[in-house]
């Protein structure tokens, strides 16, 4: 059992960043890849990113690719999202998850568990 508690977001305005983080209970953070995923109003689940056990390696939305930054601190239990010149398609509720298994893969229902989610919301 792994519970995620996400952190960091807010209301800022488009161009500024924000870093989010995920922190995670238990001791085995480790043993889960780690993604980041968001959900605008009226608007199903999207993928942002996603990096391995080891955080050598990362995968992006191509809709984010150069603007977000996946990391995780496995001594902390913690993974982190840097989002930079942020725009207000942006606007959402950002959730990270934890996935157990092998395969790389950018669906929610691949995903073991997930946090209650952090608000974002970027002004023009």
């Known amino acids: 059992q792994v519970q995620l508690v996400e952190s960091g977001g807010g209301l800022v305005q488009a161009g500024d960043s924000l870093r989010l983080s995920c922190a995670a209970s238990?001791?085995?953070?480790?043993?889960?890849?780690m993604g980041w995923f968001r959900q605008a109003p009226g608007k199903g689940r999207e993928f942002v990113a996603r990096?391995?056990?080891?955080?050598?390696?990362?995968y992006y939305a191509d809709s984010v690719k150069g603007r977000f930054t996946i990391s995780r601190d496995n001594a902390k239990n913690t993974v982190f999202l840097q989002i930079n010149s942020l725009k207000p398609e942006d606007t959402a509720v950002y959730y990270c998850a934890a996935d157990g298994g092998n395969i790389v893969s950018s669906a929610p229902s691949r995903y073991d568990y997930w946090g209650q989610g952090t608000q974002v919301t970027v002004s023009s």
């Open positions: 990096i391995n056990r080891s955080g050598s390696s990362t």
């Open positions: 238990g001791r085995t953070f480790s043993t889960y890849a």
